[in-house]
């Protein structure tokens, strides 16, 4: 087993990077939707409060959605009680997904200061995943958005199959940035453009990107989403530095996937994605030592490995 304290990789910038970076955990919520056993509420408020302590900005916390739906996530409001209990008012600031209005009431009881919509690319991942049509989505999320901006709420907006949907097959670009705009438009403040099932690659990431900007969408409103399904997600997370775009959403130890995408497998590792940044000099505030040592305490909890390999080269077995 290496020392994460001393294996680091040789800091060499590139040129034509942006200076800092944010990372976007989402850990909590897109690794642990997917999960088939039940983790207990205080293991995942204690691994929320890990996260933040290795210095990541924002934790996606979990999912007001219908219970039946993710029964992973059933325990939302439990959790973020539980957390407020212990970090105190800034819990309420971290993003919870939440796909409708009951989604917001339950969000807003709580007073909570972050949520994410999430629509999809495609007709079939609409109505597999929130029981909508393509266009239904938007009449669903339109009230969610106006009601959380009245009331003060930072909006964010994810997009599903950006790169390829399974039923669908090759996604094209101007249909993402259809469905994107309108979400946009809506009064959601950041767009997350998701690769669901990480079929994209770097010169896809590259079009997708020029082409919002072709409509008027800069890249300080897009976040960039990679699941690692085909180990494309740190060739794309390069695409996407070089393009300007400056937040990318990874998960601790490359949990994730998608319930209602079955080819959906985890998110881009966090770990492995600060391994990048730390080559690159790249600045993102997050220590790649207690990272990899919540993952390996997180994978001892799950009963398997972490799928990164940043956390393999440098943790060793799950403990
Ligand atoms: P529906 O069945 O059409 O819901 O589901 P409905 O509006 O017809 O309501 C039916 C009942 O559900 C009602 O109860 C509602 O109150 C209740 P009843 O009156 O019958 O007793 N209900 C709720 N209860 C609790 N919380 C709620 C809620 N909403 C309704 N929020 C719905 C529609 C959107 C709710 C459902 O499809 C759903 O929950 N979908 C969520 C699926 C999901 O969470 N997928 C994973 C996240 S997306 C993802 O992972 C991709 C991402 O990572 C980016 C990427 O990788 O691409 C973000
Ligand atoms: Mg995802």
């Known amino acids: 087993?290496?020392?994460?304290?001393?294996?680091l990789p040789a800091v060499v910038p590139a040129a034509g990077m942006p200076e800092r970076v944010t990372i976007y955990e989402v850990g909590p919520r897109d690794g642990l939707q997917n999960e088939t056993a039940t983790?207990?509420?205080?293991?995942k408020a204690e691994f929320?409060?890990?996260?933040?302590?290795?210095?990541?900005?924002v934790v996606e916390a979990t999912s007001f959605v219908h219970p039946r739906w993710v029964p992973q996530l059933a325990d939302a409001a439990d959790l973020m009680t539980g957390l407020v209990a212990t970090l105190g008012e800034d819990a309420r600031g971290l993003p919870v997904l939440v796909p409708n209005e009951r989604g917001l009431d339950r969000a807003?009881?709580?007073?909570?200061?972050?949520?994410?919509?999430?629509?999809?690319a495609t007709e079939t991942f609409a109505t597999r995943n929130l029981n909508r049509s393509l266009d239904e989505q938007f009449a669903m999320f339109e009230p969610v958005v106006t009601r959380a901006r009245e009331a003060g709420l930072d909006v964010r907006a994810y997009v599903s199959m950006c790169f390829g949907d399974p039923w669908e097959g090759r996604v094209p670009v101007d249909q993402v940035v259809t469905v994107g705009k309108r979400l946009l438009d809506l009064g959601a403040s950041q767009l997350s453009l998701g690769d669901t099932i990480g079929v994209g690659t770097a010169g896809h990431v590259t079009a997708l990107i020029e082409a919002f900007g072709s409509a008027g969408v800069g890249?300080?409103?897009?976040?960039?989403?990679?699941?690692?399904?085909?180990?494309?997600?740190?060739?794309?997370?390069?695409?996407?530095?070089?393009?300007?775009?400056?937040?990318y959403d990874a998960s601790a130890g490359g949990l994730g996937g998608?319930?209602?995408?079955?080819s959906a497998t985890g998110n881009l590792a966090t770990e492995d994605l600060v391994w990048l940044l730390d080559g690159l000099g790249i600045e993102h505030g997050v220590d790649l030592r207690q990272m990899v040592a919540t993952s390996v305490w997180m994978a001892g909890r799950l009963?398997?490995?972490?799928?990164s390999a940043v956390v393999r080269a440098l943790g060793g077995e799950p403990r």
Do not use: W
């Open 1 to 7: 087993m290496s020392d994460p304290s001393t294996a």
């Open 39 to 43: 983790v207990p509420t205080e293991v």
């Open 303 to 307: 009963g398997r490995p972490s799928p």
């Open 108 to 120: 807003l009881e709580l007073g909570l200061r972050h949520v994410a919509i999430f629509g999809s």
């Open 48 to 57: 929320v409060r890990r996260l933040l302590a290795a210095g990541l900005p």
């Open 258 to 262: 998608c319930p209602y995408a079955k």
């Open 219 to 247: 890249t300080d409103r897009l976040a960039l989403h990679f699941h690692d399904t085909y180990g494309q997600a740190l060739a794309n997370t390069l695409a996407g530095l070089r393009s300007g775009v400056t937040t």
